[in-house]
DNA sequence: CCCGGTAATAAGTATATACTTAATCATTCC
DNA sequence: GGAATGATTAAGTATATACTTATTACCGGG
């Protein structure tokens, strides 16, 4: 159960950035050194040299060294659960609810994803995903069927299109898209909440090497949605 | 500049993945197999499989092998940049604007986090960030001048705090919590949008060893927001 | 004085080898 | 039959060694 050494040389280095002992900009020893500071073979520290540079926290150039990232490099990382997942994170019942099953032609900008011909029909499911006895996500999504004709079958009754597609279907890319809009009429009912209410809009476009998979928009109410954190796995 | 053999062996892992040639669950043969297939050393085919496991496209055990992940278990990735940064990458002129500058009893929720005595002050600034000609970002920031006392000095005029506190204050972990807000009359009018139109919120805290540094909300025009992607640098 | 070649340097990659650890399978014994 | 035990396997870690490559710094010639 001992850490592996190239561990805990991570996190003393990662220490001493944290610190401030080593401001940014600072330039760290080279690994030849650190190697023999602490005590072993070379490519123990550059692992864990590599590994801090691939999380961010230093940027490294050969023959010019090792320095301490200035922190406007590093971007946030926050990660998206899939909805089940993050409900069940939060110690709330999950429930299921399909409201829409058909098939049909999609909108324009949905067609244009899927490169559809004029009329070509794809399947379009609408869900509601509860959180104990509130809504906590509208899901509103487009599948094409000529990319996923597995997908065409499926009632999404019970469970919902994202899980099933999470476990079947290859993907490449995923595309995301926040915005905050005003719910509408139509959203506020199903939501239940007030019209004009704020809510939180996440459009998801995943690919596959063959194209466009399925387009899906997720609506939540203002108030609940995710905390989100930049952890370090130490 | 040929491209190094472990990035080799994982692309084409990954292709094997993301073509659905290996499913979901589907095992992958052991390194040892595979580096003969590939006619190379273990250690290059294990870090290649290393990298693939912590991007999460395959999960490892020890004994049991390595098998594709089920897509439930990624999380997508979103980073989140510096303001200015993002509208550069827009390609949009930025432009900073103070609005205010004061040091004052921040209110209850602030005071907590930092962990303050009744009526003790900490330095409060409001600013608005531009793309062109639009407001792009509302900020409104408290800053702990206990934990950070050379911010009390700053005048945040010309530049942001985010630029500043980013370049010079050491943290280890950074808290988000997005949300959808209705402008209110106050924010509507420095925002310059409707009461009521649709707002991102993103609040943000940031900590150090010493506990919390600063607390942010920015607030975004609901229209304009960032488009994120789960990209493999292959 | 600047330009360009070159040498020195530090990170990066690749390999062989050896040992550790976790998990699973099969066997044995009660 | 079922639980304890031990063998086996595959991933994980650590080290020495060697070679590659990008980049800087230096130095000499035009």
Redesign the interface.
């Known amino acids: 159960m001992t850490k592996p050494l190239y561990k805990a040389v991570k996190t003393t280095l990662l220490e001493r950035?944290?610190?401030?002992d080593l401001?940014?900009g600072d330039p760290l020893p080279n690994d030849a050194d650190l190697a023999e500071e602490f005590g072993c073979a070379r490519l123990t520290v550059h692992r864990a040299m590599r590994e801090l540079a691939d999380e961010g926290y230093v940027e490294r150039r050969r023959r010019a060294g090792t320095r301490v990232a200035?922190?406007?490099s590093r971007?946030?990382?926050?990660?998206?659960?899939?909805v089940d997942?993050e409900i069940f994170a939060r110690h709330a019942v999950y429930r299921y609810e399909r409201l829409l099953r058909e098939k049909a032609a999609p909108p324009a900008a949905v067609a244009t994803a899927f490169a559809f011909n004029a009329g070509q029909k794809a399947l379009h499911i609408r869900c509601r995903h509860w959180a104990d006895d509130r809504v906590f996500q509208l899901e509103d999504r487009w599948i094409n069927i000529d990319a996923v004709p597995e997908a065409a079958e499926k009632a999404f009754l019970h469970y919902g299109p994202n899980?099933w597609l999470?476990?079947?279907?290859?993907?490449?890319?995923?595309?995301?898209?926040?915005?905050?809009?005003?719910a509408n009429a139509a959203d506020a009912a199903v939501l239940e909440v007030a019209a004009?209410?704020?809510?939180?809009?996440l459009r998801r476009m995943t690919m596959?090497?063959s194209g466009c998979i399925t387009v899906a928009e997720l609506k939540?109410p203002?108030?609940?949605?995710?905390?989100?954190?930049?952890?370090?796995p130490a």
């Open positions: 950035i944290r610190s401030g401001a940014f200035t922190r406007a971007g946030v990382q926050l990660s998206i659960a899939r997942e899980h999470l476990e079947h279907v290859p993907f490449s890319e995923v595309r995301h898209d926040i915005s905050a809009v005003c004009g209410h704020a809510l939180l809009r596959s090497t939540h203002g108030e609940l949605f995710s905390l989100c954190s930049d952890p370090h």
